[in-house]
């Protein structure tokens, strides 16, 4: 003999009971498992694609914000309130048209949040659902105030053309 010896064999019984009973309903077959990663794979394409398209939205709708507001305002007041609790003990917040959210606490801190990153779309919309309402008032405030220059004008003018007519008479 060449002094190798042959491992032996060992025999473990398995009760039934200490076996994992499989439900009907667990076992999944190699063709469900397949099917449910081709949809796996689907909703990754759809992922991507929607995420692109998501940051082609949120940058065209920002760049048309500061077109609209940039001369009316510099920022618009975001309520407190409307901020979610996680971001702490807040003092005020207010977005610039360019998507930045300002965020000064209690402390005194001051935290600029860009709202055009991705991770912090939800963020984002949870602003612009409390500051697009606020863009109603900021147009009527701005109408409110050229008509009120254009009722003071309108009335001095007349007055002055008045004058003027006067005057033009009273030197010939």
């Known amino acids: ?4 010896t042959t491992p ?3 025999t473990v019984l398995i009760r039934a009971k200490d076996q994992p009973k499989q439900s009907k309903q667990a076992a999944i077959t190699i063709e469900e498992l397949i099917e449910s ?11 991507c694609e929607l995420t692109s398209e998501e940051e082609t939205l949120v940058t065209e709708f920002f760049e048309s ?11 618009i007041q975001v309520s407190i309130d409307a901020l979610p609790d ?3 003990d807040i003092a005020r917040a207010s977005l610039d048209p360019t998507g930045q ?6 402390d005194g801190r001051m935290v600029i949040r860009n709202l055009l ?13 409390d500051v697009l309402p606020k863009l109603k008032q900021i147009f009527s405030t701005r109408r409110e105030k050229i ?13 002055i053309q008045k004058m003027s007519r006067a005057f033009s008479k009273a030197i010939t």
């Open 86 to 88: 996680e971001m702490g």
């Open 147 to 159: 008509e009120g220059r254009m009722k003071f004008l309108s009335a001095v003018t007349k007055e």
């Open 65 to 75: 914000l500061v077109k609209l507001i940039q001369p009316l305002a510099t920022t």
């Open 37 to 47: 990663l081709k949809s796996v794979q689907d909703d990754i394409g759809q992922i």
């Open 1 to 4: 003999m060449s002094g190798q």
């Open 117 to 129: 990153e991705e991770e912090n779309r939800d963020l984002m919309t949870t602003v612009l659902e």
């Open 8 to 10: 032996t064999e060992e």
């Open 101 to 106: 959210l300002m965020v000064q606490y209690r």
